[in-house]
C-alpha cells in the first residue's frame, strides 16, 4: 500500500468512526494522567478512574500535595502500582522544576520518573500536537495489517520507516488518534494483526500470580495503613512464605519501608 493510500484510508475511517474519550482534548496534565493509566490497562477501565483522579487533582501540585497512600487508594483496581508511584513522583517533578507545567517534547518528558519512548511520544503529541513517532500495540496492529499482509514475525525496527513517512505533521495528534482506532476496529474484524509481530507475548494468568499478591498487599497497606505480617497475612489471605517474598521485593523497589516490624507505604 502507498503512504498517501493510507493515510486517506485511516483519516476517512477516524472521521467516520472515531472513539470519543475524556481525555482527548483535555489539557496538558489530564493527558499525562490518561498515559499513565492506560498502559496495559483498556480503556474501558480506565475512564472512571481518569474522571476521579482529575476531579481530585487537576493540576500536578494537587496531587504532589496528596499522600501516596491517598493515591495508592484512588489508584486501587488500575493494577500496575508502580505506575501510580511514578505518576506521583512526575507530578512533583514538574511541581518543584518545571513551574506546574507538563514538559512539551519527548527528551524533557523522558527525564520523569516511569516515562519511557512510547509515553513520552504519546504525550508529546497529544497534549501539544508535537509530531513525534511512537508506537503501541493499536498502531503496530494498524501497520502489520497494512503492509505486511501474510508477513509473521514483523519488528518495530520495519513498522518505524513506515510511520515516519506516514506522519499527518500537520496535525499528528489527530493523526494518532486515527491510527490507534483503526486498530481497534480491526480487532473487531479479523484476527488481531499485533499477533504477527515480532515482539507480541500473551500475557500471563492474572490470577495467582505474584503481581496479584504484590497489589493486594498494596492494596491493603493503603486501605488499613502500617500493619505488621500478621495484619496483612489476615487482609491479604497469603501465605506466610509468599508475604514476606512480596514485602521483600517491594522493599528493595522502595515502594513499602519497614521499621520495628511495621510496614508502610513509603512516600
Given at each position: 500500500m502507498k503512504i498517501t493510500e493510507f493515510r486517506k484510508m485511516i483519516l476517512?475511517?477516524?472521521?467516520?468512526?472515531g472513539r470519543k474519550f475524556p481525555w482527548r482534548g483535555a489539557d496538558p496534565w489530564g493527558v499525562m494522567v490518561s498515559e499513565f493509566m492506560l498502559q496495559q490497562t483498556q480503556t474501558e477501565r480506565v475512564m472512571r478512574y481518569w474522571e476521579?483522579?482529575?476531579?481530585?487533582w487537576p493540576q500536578p501540585q494537587d496531587l504532589a500535595d496528596a499522600s501516596m497512600e491517598e493515591a495508592l487508594?484512588?489508584?486501587?483496581?488500575?493494577?500496575?502500582?508502580r505506575r501510580c508511584y511514578n505518576l506521583k513522583n512526575s507530578a512533583a517533578m514538574i511541581t518543584a522544576e518545571y513551574d506546574g507545567k507538563v514538559p512539551e517534547t519527548?527528551?524533557?518528558?523522558?527525564?520523569?520518573?516511569g516515562i519511557g519512548p512510547y509515553i513520552a511520544g504519546a504525550i508529546a503529541c497529544f497534549a501539544y500536537n508535537?509530531?513525534?513517532?511512537?508506537?503501541?500495540?493499536?498502531?503496530?496492529?494498524?501497520?502489520?495489517?497494512?503492509?505486511f499482509p501474510g508477513r509473521d514475525d514483523v519488528k518495530d525496527s520495519e513498522i518505524f520507516p513506515i510511520l515516519e513517512s506516514a506522519l499527518y505533521k500537520k496535525d499528528p495528534?489527530?493523526?494518532?488518534?486515527?491510527l490507534m482506532d483503526y486498530g481497534v476496529s480491526l480487532k473487531k474484524l479479523t484476527?488481531?494483526?499485533?499477533?504477527?509481530?515480532a515482539h507480541y507475548a500473551r500475557q500471563s494468568s492474572f490470577i495467582g500470580s505474584f503481581r496479584q499478591a504484590r497489589g493486594k498487599v498494596i492494596k491493603a497497606l493503603a486501605s488499613i495503613g502500617s500493619s505488621n505480617t500478621e495484619e496483612l497475612r489476615m487482609a491479604c489471605g497469603l501465605e506466610?512464605?509468599?508475604?514476606?517474598?512480596?514485602?521483600?521485593?517491594?522493599?528493595?523497589?522502595?515502594?513499602?519501608?519497614?521499621?520495628?516490624?511495621?510496614y508502610r507505604i513509603k512516600d
Open positions: 476517512s475511517n477516524y472521521r467516520q468512526a476521579e483522579w482529575m476531579r481530585r487508594r484512588l489508584w486501587s483496581g488500575l493494577g500496575y502500582n519527548p527528551p524533557e518528558l523522558r527525564l520523569l520518573p508535537y509530531p513525534s513517532v511512537f508506537i503501541e500495540t493499536n498502531i503496530r496492529s494498524t501497520v502489520i495489517h497494512c503492509f495528534r489527530t493523526w494518532y488518534y486515527a484476527e488481531n494483526p499485533g499477533r504477527r509481530s506466610e512464605e509468599k508475604l514476606y517474598r512480596v514485602l521483600d521485593r517491594l522493599e528493595e523497589e522502595s515502594l513499602v519501608a519497614e521499621e520495628g516490624g511495621i
